[in-house]
């Protein structure tokens, strides 16, 4: 008899779980329809880029290349430099303007060699003219004829001591 009574009671579930996930879905769909905010591009920053554009245009001077005046008559100019530990004796020469003069070059070194070049500006372009390079000894050399102005002359083997200033005029 006790029996029947416990077996016989009912059992209701609730119905919950669909409503929540109907609610579920409403978010997510709100949340992906959200507009993405239009963030303009970054735009460039003028201060850096305008402070280093003069350099590169200050350090780069234009190449000038001259050559030699050719059928230039001689000056008989006689001009001497001594190279001696890894120095000229001389860092300002002059020569006379449109004709050919002659230079003395005397090395003292036993072991280093040098040559004297003639250039219009440090680039390589702008060499004018240049001797072989030279042991112990005196040699001579005749320099073509240049137009008036500055030149640079140096030993390219040694460009960061032997240096100095032509003056052509
Ligand atoms: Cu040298």
Avoid at 29 to 41: K, N
Wanted: with cysteine; aromatic share 6%; proline share 13%.
């Amino acid at each position: 008899m006790a029996r029947n009574l416990t077996g016989a009671l009912p059992s209701h579930r609730p119905a919950h779980g669909v409503t929540a996930l109907v609610a579920i879905t409403l978010i997510v769909a709100a949340c992906s329809a959200a507009p993405v905010p239009s963030i303009p591009p970054p735009t460039a920053t003028p201060s850096p880029s305008a402070a280093l554009s003069p350099s590169p245009t200050a350090s780069k001077p234009p190449i000038v290349k001259i050559t030699p005046i050719p059928g230039a008559p001689d000056s008989g100019v006689l001009l001497k430099i001594v190279a001696a530990s890894n120095r000229w004796d001389t860092s300002a020469l002059s020569a006379p303007a449109a004709k050919i003069w002659h230079l003395e070059l005397t090395n003292q070194e036993r072991t280093v060699p040098h040559n004297f070049t003639v250039s219009s500006g440090p680039a390589y372009e702008e060499r004018i003219y240049g001797t072989p390079n030279v042991k112990k000894g005196t040699f001579r050399y005749d320099i073509p004829a240049l137009p008036a102005g500055s030149y640079l002359f140096m030993c390219t083997l040694h460009a960061n001591t032997m240096t100095g200033t032509l003056a052509i005029q």
